[in-house]
């Protein structure tokens, strides 16, 4: 069955630098794959999606590419802030899940950006 | 839009008892899911429905049930509660339209003890 698997360690960094998150997947590439953000006590907030086709894809400082060949995902944070602070979790369909968009989720990796 | 709502926030209960676990959007989102998330681990699907009156079995659908008679809620139901289930459960919803982006509700923290 399918794999996620995201840094458990928290990533901790200091503003102004660049933040990179790694999800790595066990099993067959997905037709595509999110990023979500979650903070305590809440539910987590859509951020981007990458589809297979696209190696890279861009919205305002965060920037997300896929290797299909090294079952990876990369999410990037430019520029961080202390508002970042959150963990980021990555999501993939399973099950034929395009249709209907049914995820599993990675465990989520914390970071922490120190001002 | 208040978006997806979720009652109660917490809860506990004994093992044995049932409850149920509200969700409503005001989004007139057709797709629905039921997440629980366990301490260090990802969230997992139990549930999801596609539209009113119509449901299907997520990745944990065991010691749970939905139904989905408007479009609006999708309650989700525990008959016998284990401590097993002890969790946070989040409901979602997406549009036909982009159906790749889950709205989130604030989630329920159940205990069963």
């Known amino acids: 069955s399918q794999k996620i698997e995201q840094n458990s360690e928290a990533l901790n960094i200091q503003e102004g630098k660049t933040a990179t998150l790694t999800c790595n997947y066990t099993?067959?590439?997905?037709?595509?794959l999110q990023w979500y953000r979650q903070d305590p006590g809440r539910g987590p907030v859509f951020l981007l999606l990458i589809r297979e086709n696209e190696k890279e894809k861009r919205k305002e400082r965060l920037k997300v590419t896929f290797d299909t060949t090294l079952k990876q995902s990369l999410f990037h944070i430019t520029a961080s802030q202390p508002a970042d602070s959150a963990t980021y979790l990555c999501a993939l369909p399973f099950g034929g899940g395009g249709a209907t968009n049914k995820l599993i989720f990675g465990t989520g990796t914390l970071l922490a950006v120190q001002p | 839009n208040a978006g997806v709502t979720q009652t109660p926030k917490f809860r506990i209960l004994k093992i044995g008892q049932s409850m149920t676990l509200q969700c409503t959007q005001d989004?007139?989102?057709?797709?629905m899911y039921w997440y629980r998330q366990d301490p260090g681990m990802g969230l997992k699907l139990i549930y999801y429905s596609v539209g009113a009156g119509i449901t299907d079995k997520g990745e944990v659908p065991n010691g749970y049930n939905v139904s989905r008679s408007t479009t609006e809620d999708f309650p989700l139901r525990l008959e016998l509660a284990a401590p097993s289930q002890t969790s946070v459960y989040f409901c979602?919803?997406?549009?036909?339209?982009?159906?790749?982006?889950?709205?989130f509700g604030p989630g329920t923290r159940l205990t069963v003890t």
């Open positions: 979602a919803s997406s549009s036909v339209e982009e159906i790749y982006e889950q709205y």
């Open positions: 989004m007139n989102h057709n797709y």
């Open positions: 099993n067959y590439s997905p037709a595509y």
